[in-house]
Nanobody, 122 residues
């Protein structure tokens, strides 16, 4: 049974940092493309970052490039999203995703976590 479980969401102030975690069970996440989507109220879900298998190339949405960083821990079977200098427009439900294709592609995302809320507000 393949499962992704996110953690680490919460309420932060503008300019603060937060780290999300996504731990996989039932499969080796390191062999999959993986990353994060987010969905703000009233908006479509958007792909914010995808990383190729292992510690391959990562592809960031322009709105988070330079502020967010994705990384993997193969021992913990986990991917992380380090979010720095957060802005109110980062407020959304963040979803972890993985794909059996080891290379990111448009429309990727076979397996999904349940989502975790991130709210950026003063």
């Amino acid at each position: 049974h393949l499962q992704l479980v996110e953690s680490g969401g919460g309420l932060v102030q503008p300019g603060d940092s937060l780290r999300l975690s996504c731990t996989a069970s039932g499969f080796n996440l390191d062999k999959y493309a993986a990353g994060w989507f987010r969905q703000a109220p009233g908006k479509e879900r958007e792909d914010i970052v995808c990383i190729n298998e292992g510690n391959g190339t990562a592809y960031y949405h322009h709105s988070v490039k330079g502020r967010f960083t994705i990384s993997r821990d193969s021992v913990r079977n986990t991917v992380y999203l380090q979010m720095n200098n957060q802005k109110p427009e980062d407020t959304a439900v963040y979803f972890c995703a993985a794909d059996a294709d080891p290379i990111c592609y448009t429309g990727w995302g076979q397996y999904w976590g349940q989502g975790t809320q991130v709210t950026v507000s003063s």
